[in-house]
């Protein structure tokens, strides 16, 4: 399928329409619909088993969609493309569960994510230049591991590792961060400062958040789309999607 | 920028290793060539053409580690390659039999005679070029790698599955060569050599220079291998090991980097065949038997994964375990030692034989683990 309306499209940077899939007969995501705009912040919520992390491994080419349009950019059709491909486009994603490699050091992992030449031929002949390793340490004080930058990424707590992923997805600098519950399993004061590091990523990236911690959302203060049995049930400002009486039903008011 | 490459970030356990192949290198030969026979000191040239094949072993054991050990991908065909190098070998040296065979034909190998074959095969064509058969050496186990790596790593082949059909494709291999019209001497192989660049085979001063070739070639083969693992692209192939598909949504193409180890690997694997051949004096389809490529991975195992050094080690260790085994009372039983050695390794060993000694020493240098503040991690 083309894109049928470009002009409608070229504007957003991510633009789903009517996308289903189906695992076995059961249908994960049913007709979805999104649209990303350059720079915004966009926080999902929706109950388990709502399609949140679904909906990001069709965005990332992990899931092929049955059906429907998954645009980039205005004009890429991210169905037709493999992970790389995705990725390299400047499409990031940290996952629920933190995947970091475990028998790298952390600073490894930042080096492995670093925005660079993903070629065989260039990165066996590799050299870090004095600005990337630059950036790579400004990265590790912004998610305050730079003390451990020789510790195996294995042996984080999982916070840290979270805070590692989203390290990790600082220095690919990809326009569009997909970032899958980075709160789970922090306390109260890490949850408080991973809303204030996204919020400061969201200043010169677009974003997409899955989180079911309300209190981080509200932190956040964009724009809410709430997801249940793959599809969108409401969207909008976070206090009128929690007055809307479905909403509360099937999720809030659990 | 070569030797940068090959030298970056050497550690002491490269370091000791290289110091001792090249010893191995210079002082087997010179006590075999000029220490006096009766000497205690001599060694004989049988004793070195067996600790010559030991390394073409330990050469074939650091290419399986350098796909198996740092990419997860767990070979069951190795032995494939290796064999593959040795025939391009062998075909070099039957070639250079030229009229003193059994038949006196300048041209065909005994074998086509004895088959009533009227010309060389087109395959057979240039192996009389030592440089050009050394090429095959590595383009024909380098080819067949990247072609195999390219269908099973595109189409996402992985564990299970692609160690199966590694083992069915040195298992195919192995039936083919045992056939008489393929051309490679079916049952037989190929064997009875007489001269390798004009040097008889069998002379002393030959098997001194193959033994010492075989450890420049141990050492390029672990300078290689090492320089692949320490740099970027190691990191790249680490991490497709751990986390395969996290990898690939950092963008990087998982299959090429697969495929890039893969190729290198079984170049080296051809090698080290090659130079087995001529210290051993034949090569026949046995070569490819699935079981050699599984002992390939307990050498590995046994000496420690993804270490280089430990394959190697594993590789000399295992066999030299064998060669004292099967020449006594407890021949029959090798087998299942080799086995037994496999489960007590996997189970109390998981490391290998390296990883436990760097254990045990580490323990030994920090008496009080205790005493040392870990920055607790905060759960
Ligand atoms: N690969 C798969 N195969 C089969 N079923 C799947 C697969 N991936 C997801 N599902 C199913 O699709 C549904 C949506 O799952 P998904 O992980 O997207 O939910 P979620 O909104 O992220 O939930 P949670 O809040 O628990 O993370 C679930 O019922 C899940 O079991
Ligand atoms: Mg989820």
Known sequence: MTAANPGALTSSLLYLDGVSVSFDGFKAIRGLSLTIEPGEMRAIIGPNGAGKTTMMDIITGKTKPDVGTVMFGGSIDLTKLDEAAIANLGIGRKFQKPTVFDFHTIEDNILLALKAPRS???TLFWKTAAAQAKRIDDILGIIKLGDNRDRLAGSLSHGQKQWLEIGMLLAQDPKLLLVDEPAAGMTDGETAETAVLLKEIARDHSVIVVEHDMGFIRELGVKVTVLHEGSVLAEGPLDQVSANERVVEVYLGR | MISRFLMQDMDRRGTVFLALIAGLAILIPALNLLVPVGSAFHIPTSTMSLWGKYLCYALLAISL???WGYCG???????????LGGYAMGMYLMRQIGSRGTYGNPILPDFMVFLN???LPWYWYGFSSFPFAMLMVLAVPGLLAFIFGWFAFRSRVTGVYLSIITQALTYALLLAFFRNDMGFGGNNGLTDFKDIIGFHVQAQTTRAALFSMTCVMLIAGFLIARGIVVSKLGKVVIAIRDAESRTRFLGYRVDRFKL???TVSACMAGVAGALYVPQVGIINPS???PANSIETVIWVAVGGRGTLVGAALGAVVVNYAKTVFTSGFMAPYWLFALGALFVFVTIFMPKGILGTARQLLEKRRKPAPAA????????
């Open chain 1, 120 to 122: 065989v031929a260039r």
């Open chain 2, 65 to 67: 580690d350098l796909v």
């Open chain 2, 73 to 83: 991908i767990l070979s069951l065909g190795h032995g494939a390659f290796f064999a």
């Open chain 2, 117 to 119: 074959w009227q010309e």
């Open chain 2, 260 to 262: 890039f180890v893969f």
């Open chain 2, 287 to 289: 070569e490819f038997a």
């Open chain 2, 372 to 379: 040392t503040p870990e920055p607790a991690p905060a759960e």
